[in-house]
Each structure stands twice: as structure tokens, then as C-alpha cells.
T-cell receptor
Framework: GAVVSQHPSRVICKSGTSVKIECRSL??????MFWYRQFPKQSLMLMAT?????????EQGVEKDKFLINHASLTLSTLTVTSAHPEDSSFYIC??????????FGNGTRLTVT | GQQLNQSPQSMFIQEGEDVSMNCTSS?????WLWYKQDPGEGPVLLIA?????ELTSNGRLTAQFGITRKDSFLNISASIPSDVGIYFC????????????FGEGTQLTVNP
């Protein structure tokens, strides 16, 4: 079946540094991927829609200059958290759209900023 | 923005009991989805509903798409310990390009 791989699964970084998270569709092409953030005991909140070959669409309140999204190929989208701060610590999850209606989620990345 | 209210927030049940949770929306969705999330992992799709009134089963799980298109419920029958986790409903618009709006989640604990 379709698989979405997210890497790394866990990352710890120092405040002020940048972190890149990768989301890959392993056996299908995904023109659209989505990035979510989930704080402890809360729901998934959509951050942005990543479109292959074009700029990402950010949800209201999400800083595009802080959360850089690159969707350079049909199987890879990356989210870079720039100048990370402790409040950016969260669980980041991507999903990739296969076809018209199928969505497949990655296993998430636990980011801890110290 | 779109609001999805999911209840209950948490449930503590004995193994073998049936469970029911539901979601209501302030407006209409074209698709309702139910996911389960285990700690430290991404959500896994359990059931997808595409038509108002649709009732769909997946093993011990049954879900329905409300007639008004503003609500959905998920039932789990004869619960077992591995049912433990967080269950999320999610709604989707056809015109939203697969953007999902998630409910707040229901934390299920099953005591053996």
C-alpha cells in the first residue's frame, strides 16, 4: 500500500538553529502535500498546503518566513523551521494526496527546541 | 473558520464494552473521515464516508455520515485493549483540495 515516510522521527535542536523535516511519498507521486502541527493533547492543525512546483499556501497565522516549505519533486516536500525557539517544539506531521481523494499520513516528527 | 466539535474528550471503559463518539460541525462537509492515532505516530485512517446517510463498517468499527452532513459518529463494538488511542474525526470539502479539518479527538482507555 501507499506509504509516506517522514524523516527524522525525532530531533532536538538548540534555540536559534534551523531544522529541516522531509516528507516522502514512497510508491506514488504526490502533487499536493500537507503539513500539520500537533501540540500535546491537542488536535492536528493544518499549517500549509505544499504544491509541487509552486509556492506553498499557508494557513492564517502561520509565518511563511519561519516555516519554509519546498516541494521540489513529486515525491518530496520539506519543511524547514528557521530560527527555532522552544515554543516551536511540537509534533509535525505531513500527509500526501494520492489521486483525487486518498490522503496518507507520515509518522510525524517530534521537534524539541532547547 | 470551520469548527468541529468532537465528544467525548475522553472515555474509560472495560474490555468488551461498546464505545460511541461523535462529531458535529457548524457547516456542511462533503466527506467525513475517522482516524486513530497512537502515541508518537501519525493518524491512521479507519473509515471514510462520502455520502449523507452512509453507514460503513470496518470490522468492529461502524461510522455514519449524518443526514444533515454536519455530523458523524463512530461506534466500536466489543472493545479490546489495543483499541486504546486517540480517535479523530475529520471533515473535508470537495473544493478544499483535500484540506482536512480535524476534531479535538477522543482519548480512549480500555481496561482489561
Amino acid at each position: 500500500g501507499a506509504v509516506v515516510s517522514q524523516h527524522p522521527s525525532r530531533v532536538i535542536c538548540k534555540s536559534g538553529t534551523s531544522v529541516k523535516i522531509e516528507c516522502r511519498s514512497l510508491d506514488f507521486q504526490a502533487t499536493t502535500m500537507f503539513w500539520y502541527r500537533q501540540f500535546p493533547k491537542q488536535s492536528l492543525m493544518l499549517m500549509a498546503t505544499s504544491n509541487e512546483g509552486s509556492k506553498a499556501t499557508y494557513e492564517q497565522g502561520v509565518e511563511k518566513d519561519k516555516f519554509l516549505i519546498n516541494h521540489a519533486s513529486l515525491t518530496l516536500s520539506t519543511l524547514t523551521v528557521t530560527s527555532a525557539h522552544p515554543e516551536d517544539s511540537s509534533f509535525y506531521i505531513c500527509s500526501a494526496r494520492q489521486g483525487v481523494t486518498s490522503l496518507h499520513f507520515g509518522n510525524g516528527t517530534r521537534l524539541t527546541v532547547t | 473558520g470551520q469548527q468541529l466539535n468532537q465528544s467525548p474528550q475522553s472515555m474509560f471503559i472495560q474490555e468488551g464494552e461498546d464505545v460511541s463518539m461523535n462529531c458535529t460541525s457548524s457547516s456542511i462537509f462533503n466527506t467525513w473521515l475517522w482516524y486513530k492515532q497512537d502515541p508518537g505516530e501519525g493518524p491512521v485512517l479507519l473509515i471514510a464516508l462520502y455520502k449523507a446517510g452512509e453507514l460503513t463498517s470496518n470490522g468492529r468499527l461502524t461510522a455514519q455520515f449524518g443526514i444533515t452532513r454536519k455530523d458523524s459518529f463512530l461506534n466500536i463494538s466489543a472493545s479490546i485493549p489495543s483499541d486504546v488511542g486517540i480517535y479523530f474525526c475529520a471533515g473535508q470539502y470537495e473544493t478544499s483540495g483535500s484540506r482536512l479539518t480535524f476534531g479535538e479527538g477522543t482519548q480512549l482507555t480500555v481496561n482489561p
